[in-house]
């Protein structure tokens, strides 16, 4: 069976490699590099294929290896398997193998692989030409599925990749690089002949996801999803299993399993350990996604507002309020307002003495919301930046691009929507749970618009709330949460429906310093130009 490669996966196989090299080449240099490892895959699939087509007739091995080395010579340890199964210094054994296929075809091949620094292990560690290597791997390049005039199509390429603009901040704009693929007839200075294929590319964000977790998630026979569903792995690294009977119209990955009697539509697939590829190579370069990279998330936000946002401590001596507990904060309220500022003010848990029984809500339970002092107006910070030693509550309209990350949790205290929907956009980083709180719901309906992450907890109400569910809550936007011991997202009890919905405005306008993929890129545009 043949893995015929059309025109259009052979670029992407191209880009792909690109993608690999981004932040440690520079990219006027990355055919130098991509480039020797085509030619040294297709050398190698190339004289299997012949090996294997003469070995078929004669049943004869040293015959079928003069058959193949008839065209050109693939000396001993100088095959593209060699190098692959080098267990380190694979920059050295690729340089060994391109001068030692280079000196046993002179006429042919000399100088073909050029002169690019594959042993520089500063600048291309062996775990990054590892993945060079596997990417390279991933199809077979013989002529078979590869015809020479398929591969070269008469015309020669120019792979030219314009990076980000370093000046530009997280919160400014995205890191977005554009990769152009000109093609022309061989030797032609006649530019109306060229064409040109733009790509713009980014780093996978967490907001790429309508779900994103490292437990376990089921959606019953009712839910549509509507944006790609990811189950990743615990912290002991058990990859948990995705059970989905409902409607998916994207797609659905899962390290684990992906099951349920599941209707996929506008061409939504499942991808999971037993699929070809498997969800992480489909995903992540064939890597685990470790929940725990995310965490230094909090630490970012923390120092840009501190370089330039705000700072929300874990004491405000200004409420009086606080004071018969030393003035320690229990939560921090942001209340964004239409017009770009946000009112804040510092809160201490709600508490009811009955029969000399005093007892205390959490920011979440009970009916009664925490006690919070005189509100201070603050503009949305430039760089987009909040950073609160405390737990946040939050509600309003909001207008900027904001990211509010908590040393504990995040609790949505009402509304939560955008002045305008595809310009304003709200992450919430909770190093905890976000949860939604029993008093935050005053109406028939519930409406919350973010890109949330909760680092070690799940998405969940008010988890004890045992009252009747009547109100409707509608969550638009992105949910990346650890989970807990009852799952990810756990609204078994406050609302009698939930309506969870991708907002797809997350592709081209993340919320400040959210975390990113480590191994994977997201196509913006694909595009012919010219």
Known sequence: MTDHLTRQELESYLWGAANLLRGLVDAGDYKQFVFPLLFFKRLSDVWDEEFAAALADSADDDYA???????????EGAHWVDVRNTPRDVGRALLTGFRAIEGANPERLAGIFGNATWTDKALLPDDTLRNLIEHFSRHTLSIANVPEDELGNGYEYLLQVIPPNSGLQQSQAQVITRIDVIGRPKGSADQSTWRTLETMIRPSSLTDFQTFTATSVTYNSAATTTGPIFVGEDKNGNPGTLTHDGTAKANLYSEGTVGGTTTYTNGAKKY????????????????????????????????AAAAGGITLGAKDNSNAGLSGQSYNVDAWKLAFQANGTILISSCKLYSQKVNNVTTTWQDYDGS????????????????????????????????????????????????????????DVLGLEAQGTIYVAQWAVTGATLNLWAA?????????????????????????????VYGGSNGAIIF????????????NNLKFLQPPYWPTLGNAFTVLVQREVG
């Open 272 to 303: 999971d350990k037993n699929s070809n590829p498997t969800a992480l190579c489909k995903l992540n370069n064939c890597n685990p996604v470790q929940f725990s990279s995310f965490q230094s998330t909090i630490t970012t936000v923390s120092g």
């Open 368 to 423: 009664n919301a925490p006690v919070c002092g005189t509100a201070t107006s603050y503009n949305v910070p430039s760089n987009g930046a909040i950073s609160s030693a405390a737990d946040v509550l939050v509600s309003g309209v909001v207008k900027g691009k904001v990211t509010v990350a908590s040393s504990g949790d995040v609790v949505f205290g009402g509304d939560t929507t955008y002045n305008v929907n595809g310009t």
């Open 452 to 480: 949330e992450l909760a680092l070690n907890g799940p998405f969940e109400a008010d988890p004890v709330y045992n009252g009747s569910a009547t109100a409707t809550m509608n969550f638009n936007g992105s949910t990346a």
């Open 492 to 503: 078994s009890n406050l609302f009698a429906h939930r309506n969870y919905i991708y907002d």
């Open 65 to 75: 290896g003069a058959v193949a080395n008839d065209r050109f010579v693939i000396p």
